[in-house]
C-alpha cells in the first residue's frame, strides 16, 4: 500500500510552492527493482560481505586482486540484458528534460542506470562502476571489462595502479562543493531511496533546512532513520510512486 505521512504531497509544490530549483538525490532503493542489490537493507551487500575486506583502500592495497574480483562481478551484473532502467528512473530522466526551471539529479548510486534512462546530467557522488581512476596519475577512463592487478593505465604505462572509480569507506564523496551549490539553491530537496545513514548524504536534508526554507520530501519503500526531518514523506514502491509524483510536479495530473 502506498501512502504518505503528510497530506496529498504531489499536489503541494506545483499549487503552493513556487519552485524553480529541484534537488533530488536517489539511494539504491531506486535501482533496487531493476534487478540491482541494495547495501544497508536486511539482505544486502554489507549483510553477507566483510565491507573491510572488500570497499576501503586498505583493503585494496591489501589484497587487490580480492577487491578486483568483487568489483568485477558487480561490474559484469551491471551489464547483464536484464538489468534495465525502471519507470523511476525513466521518470526522473522526463522531469530533468521537461522541467522548466533546474533539476540537480544527484546518486549515491554507482550503477549507470539514470544515464541509460536518459538522464543527461547526473553527479555520482560515490563515483561510478562502469569506469576505473589510475592512482598513479589520476587518470579517469571508461571500463567495461575485469580489472585485475596488471591492468595497464593508458596514460602513465603503469601496472597495477588502476582501481574501480568507486569512493570507498574513509573516502571522501565525489563532488561536494557542487552538491553543496546546488543545495543553496534548491527550493525543493527530494530524498529517493536512500537509507539515511550514510555521511555526508545524510546530512542534506539538515543542510537545507538550515540555511533556508526548502521544503522536502522522501519517497521512499519504508520509514528510514532521518524520516522524521522531512517535510512530506511518501513510501512505497519507487516504480511506483515516483512516476505519479513527477507527473503532479510537471501539472501532468490534476489535484484532487
Known sequence: MIWSRIGRIADLPTNVLPITTIVILTGAGVSQESGLDTFRDRGGVWSRVNLEDLATPQAFHRDPAQVHAFYNDRRARLQQPDIQPNPAHLALARLQRDWPGEVVLVTQNVDDLHERAGTPRVIHMHGELLKARCEQCGLILPWLGPLSVVSKCPACRDYGRLRPHVVWFGEVPLELPRIYDALARADLFVSIGTSGSVYPAA?????????????????????????GQF???????????????????LGRVPPG
Open 231 to 249: 517535510d512530506e514523506s511518501d513510501y512505497g514502491p519507487a516504480s511506483l510512486i515516483l512516476p505519479a509524483f513527477v507527473d503532479r510536479l
Open 203 to 227: 546530512g542534506f536534508v539538515g543542510h537545507v533546512r538550515s540555511e533556508a526554507k526548502v521544503r522536502c520530501v522522501e519517497l521512499n519503500l519504508e520509514p528510514q532513520s532521518g524520516s
